[in-house]
């Protein structure tokens, strides 16, 4: 059992920043489980060997998110989607890297939640502008163009709201 605290403040009341419990679905844990056998050859010691197994159960929660909200993508069905944002807050609680914030960002934008869209940029913006990641992160980070998704994500917040965020 994990415990997640609402991290995109869908939420504003106290009971959730205390944290939700919740389990991993039998496919999220297939996900995970995936990620964990493909980072086998990576050397581990002791210091980083929790750091990575959390990237790792995040990494495989965000593939799985990515693939919901593919399939909602080609059916529509809603709970593909919700499916997609729990996943993606689930990742995003076990490893809070800020490029999680960015994706559901593009989640809510790209099913037609535009406010919660621009909320999630600017909120990703923010975090990312402080962010260091650290040597295990970096191992996630380097199959991303963090760069890129910083400026899709400045243009879309400013183009919704006439300002950025900082």
């Given at each position: 059992m ?12 106290e009971?959730?920043?205390a944290?939700v419990?919740?389990e991993y679905?039998?496919e999220e844990?297939a996900a995970?489980?995936e990620a964990?056998?493909g980072?086998?050859k990576?050397v581990?010691?002791?210091e ?5 197994q959390?990237m790792?159960?995040a990494?495989g929660?965000s ?5 919901c ?6 059916t529509s069905?809603?709970?593909d989607?919700?499916a997609?944002?729990v996943?993606?807050g689930?990742?995003?609680a076990?490893?809070s890297?800020p490029?999680?914030?960015y ?9 037609g939640?535009?406010?919660n869209?621009v909320r999630?940029y600017?909120?990703?913006l923010k975090?990312q502008?402080?962010?260091k990641?650290?040597r ?6 380097e199959?991303r163009?963090?760069g890129?998704?910083?400026?899709t994500a ?6 919704k ?6």
């Amino acid at each position: 059992m994990v415990i997640m605290k609402d991290p995109f403040g869908f939420h504003d009341d106290e009971a959730t920043d205390a944290g939700v419990p919740f389990e991993y679905t039998a496919e999220e844990q297939a996900a995970i489980d995936e990620a964990f056998q493909g980072m086998e050859k990576y050397v581990m010691t002791e210091e980083n060997l929790a750091e990575f197994q959390q990237m790792l159960t995040a990494l495989g929660l965000s593939d799985y998110a990515a693939n919901c909200f593919f399939r909602f993508t080609e059916t529509s069905h809603l709970h593909d989607l919700q499916a997609a944002v729990v996943a993606m807050g689930k990742a995003y609680a076990v490893y809070s890297l800020p490029i999680f914030v960015y994706d559901t960002a593009v989640f809510c934008e790209e099913s037609g939640h535009a406010e919660n869209a621009v909320r999630l940029y600017e909120k990703f913006l923010k975090l990312q502008a402080v962010y260091k990641p650290t040597r295990i992160a970096s191992l996630f980070l380097e199959s991303r163009s963090v760069g890129d998704d910083v400026a899709t994500a400045s243009l879309n917040a400013l183009s919704k709201t006439g300002s950025l965020p900082f």
